[in-house]
């Protein structure tokens, strides 16, 4: 059975600029969410994305927006990055059918650096 | 959204059990109390659930009081490879089958050899 997942691992960036991090869910999983973690901090829910459409979002700016494809990878898109954006960016996968109960399995994360 | 409350830090020796409080105070009547754990440099990882009866799993055990606004996850014996952060979260529905986790700072815990 293949894990959740990100790449790239690391990766530095300048104020204003865009990115786009990538997530392959688990096998059998059709839901994505995404999470912020800075440094020292837990992981703050960014959104969530079933069959395609977004489905869930916490309080995270429309710069930050998202893709899922068919085969359930996901995308995360950050426009005009702020020094405030460096953080680690997580990516878990899940089952709808156990959505209330089931445990969310997290990839490794991107490390975001803005300068 | 319903908070948790954790101690910032515990030290538990090796082999030993482990007694991670966690008090949650306005957790309503849906809400799932879930358990996750980060080692370093790695993602969260998920450790156990209840919503109303003590559970026990592989890895660990969770007590829950009976008026649910507290819980106690139980490792029985702590090795090396426990050393982490460990959360303490509430599984909420967000809407339109949306279930978020709102992860706290968590707890965490060094074990000594």
């Known amino acids: 059975e293949t894990g959740v997942t990100q790449s790239p691992t690391h990766l530095i960036k300048t104020r204003g600029q865009q990115v786009t991090l990538r997530c392959s869910s688990q096998s059998g999983h059709n839901t994505v969410s995404w999470y912020q973690q800075a440094l020292g901090q837990g992981p703050q829910f960014i959104f969530q994305?079933?069959?395609?459409?977004?489905?869930g979002r916490g309080n995270f700016p429309p710069r930050f927006s998202g893709l899922q494809f068919p085969n359930y990878s996901s995308e995360l898109n950050v426009n005009a990055l702020e020094l405030d954006d460096s953080a680690l960016y997580l990516c878990?996968?899940?089952?709808?059918?156990?959505?209330?109960?089931?445990?969310?399995?997290f990839g490794e994360g991107s490390r975001l650096t803005v300068l | 959204d319903a908070k948790t409350t954790q101690p910032n830090s515990m030290e538990s020796n090796e082999e030993e059990p482990v007694h991670l409080p966690c008090n949650h105070s306005?957790?309503?009547?849906?809400?799932?109390i879930h358990w996750y754990r980060q080692l370093p440099s790695q993602g969260p990882e998920y450790v156990i659930h209840g919503l109303t009866s003590n559970v026990n799993n592989r890895m660990a055990s969770l007590a829950i009081a009976e008026d649910r606004k507290s819980s106690t996850l139980i490792l029985h014996r702590a090795t090396l490879r426990d050393a982490a952060v460990y959360y303490c979260?509430?599984?909420?529905?967000?809407?339109?089958?949306?279930?978020?986790?709102?992860f706290g700072k968590g707890t965490k815990l060094s074990v000594i050899p």
């Open positions: 306005t957790i309503s009547g849906t809400d799932y």
């Open positions: 994305y079933y069959r395609e459409e977004e489905n």
């Open positions: 979260i509430l599984r909420a529905y967000s809407g339109a089958g949306s279930y978020q986790l709102t």
């Open positions: 878990a996968s899940s089952s709808r059918r156990n959505a209330n109960t089931g445990e969310l399995f």
